[in-house]
């Protein structure tokens, strides 16, 4: 049930320094993201310029950084992913849905659907095209989800499933997922919002001169910094940061005990993470009925899990097999290819039919985390609604905590591979685009879908 690696000396001074390294880097990325126009003009997260500086230094790239280093960046991202899931219900009251369910409903309904087209059409492509012709895995298809919607922590926490699976290419592979999504989000979300200012489709922004506003101030001035986390304890009784970090750390152990209850009486095989999640909830629940609960906030869990997030992108990307990759080539490209084309049409086809007043905001945001997690979206969403005038934002918020637990790296993305293990890629994919129609109908018949098109 419980981890039974013998933790020596020696290996936690190799894992200090690995982290040391990885933190440099990070450095660098976050002064390269600063200064160089391109990356600043293309949103690059520091954190994926550091994880690409590692790839090019170690063992695929120059070679100065020895296989150690790397294998040891490669094992983080399995680990951190559970520390950005243990708390992310923790601190997050649940909404009353039939006090929102008109706000929350459009939302819902997006996300829902574009998850299930996420996964259906790439494992029809898979099992009609890649599998016949190229003879790929039958859980290949299942990356794009794990990559784009799960992004990179659910990716690398997906590496130890792909390896209890026989096939340890899957790890690799999605994290290139994630990467490429990564960049769709970023970068075709920025060349979405040019394109939506010019055809006059956004609420907020009328020109796409207001879009550069948003190039400057990566270091925020003195007097405009606001407190992103506060200290809900004394320092005498405990550092606020440590009673959040002893939360995780609960979370994570009632995590480690409902995945040894699942495999011993069930027989599946699950990832640490979502029952981190799990686990997360149930610490929210307990301390919900204490006073410790006005000892939790929500922001210093935020800071944690970004911390997380960000040494997981890096060591992530600079662990990533280039071997693997271009064994993978054709097929990987046809996959990557074909989910940017569906996501793109689902933007454009849904997103004036789905929200009735607002859905260029209401869709980029669902488009960001669709490819590139919720943290793409909302930064795309700060571009075209930069002071939050539209419903967006809080939408999307109400929204989350009815969705992240299942899709986009929830209990299903975790279980996609078993699910193509066992039925076959082709079941799996007719199964999804059955929920597909599904949600479109259901979305029809309880009115939140529209005839609408836009000019």
């Known amino acids: 049930m419980f981890p039974k690696d013998v933790v020596t000396a020696a290996s936690l001074d190799s894992l200090l320094f690995s982290l040391s390294l990885l933190g440099l880097l990070i450095f660098i990325g976050t002064i390269l993201r600063i200064k160089v126009g391109i990356f600043k003009k293309l949103f690059i997260p520091a954190s994926l310029i550091a994880g690409a500086l590692g790839l090019i230094l170690g063992q695929y790239g120059l070679g100065l950084l020895p296989k150690e280093i790397t294998a040891t960046w490669g094992a983080l991202p399995g680990r951190l992913i559970t520390v950005v899931f243990a708390p992310m219900l923790m601190g997050m009251e649940i909404p009353k849905v ?230 993978y080539g054709i097929p990987f490209l046809i996959l990557m290819l074909v989910s940017a084309v569906v996501l793109l049409f689902f933007f454009f086809w849904a997103g004036p039919r789905m929200f009735k007043s607002n859905w260029f905001e209401n869709s980029i945001v669902n488009y960001g985390f669709l490819s590139g997690v919720a943290a793409v979206g909302l930064m795309l969403l700060r571009v075209t609604d930069p002071n939050m005038e539209t419903e967006a934002g809080e939408s999307f918020a109400l929204r989350t905590p009815l969705f992240e637990p299942f899709l986009g790296g929830g209990l299903i993305t975790s279980l996609l591979p078993v699910f193509a293990l066992k039925y076959g890629s082709l079941k799996v994919g007719i199964a999804f685009l059955i929920l597909t129609i599904l949600g479109l109908i259901l979305a029809k018949v309880t009115g939140f879908w529209n005839n609408k098109e836009i000019a």
Do not use: C
């Open 98 to 327: 039939r006090k929102v369910w008109h706000k929350i409903a459009p939302q819902l309904y997006f996300s829902y659907i574009g998850d299930f087209i996420q996964i259906a059409v790439p494992f029809l492509i898979s099992a009609l095209i890649l599998e016949p012709i190229w003879k790929v895995n039958v859980m290949f298809a299942s990356i794009v989800e794990i990559g784009w919607a799960g992004g990179h922590g659910t990716a690398g926490g997906m590496i130890d499933v792909f390896s209890s699976l026989n096939w340890s290419d899957g790890g690799d592979l999605g994290l290139t997922s994630a990467t490429a999504g990564l960049f769709m989000g970023i970068v075709g979300g920025m060349i979405i919002i040019n394109y939506g200012v010019r055809k006059g489709y956004t609420s907020v922004l009328k020109s796409e001169d207001q879009i550069k506003g948003h190039m400057d101030g990566d270091i925020i001035p003195q007097g405009k910094r606001k407190a992103n986390s506060i200290g809900t304890l004394n320092n005498d009784v405990v550092e606020s940061y440590a009673f959040h970090l002893a939360l995780i750390g609960i979370a994570i152990l009632l995590g480690w005990i409902i995945q040894g209850l699942i495999e011993k009486y069930i027989g599946i095989e699950m990832p640490l993470f979502p029952m981190a999640m799990i686990g997360g909830l149930i610490v929210q629940v307990l301390i919900s009925k204490t006073e410790y609960n006005k000892a939790v906030d929500p922001q210093t869990l935020q800071r944690i899990q970004g911390m997380a997030l960000d040494f997981l992108i890096a060591s992530a990307v600079a662990s990533i097999s280039i071997p693997v990759v271009v064994k």
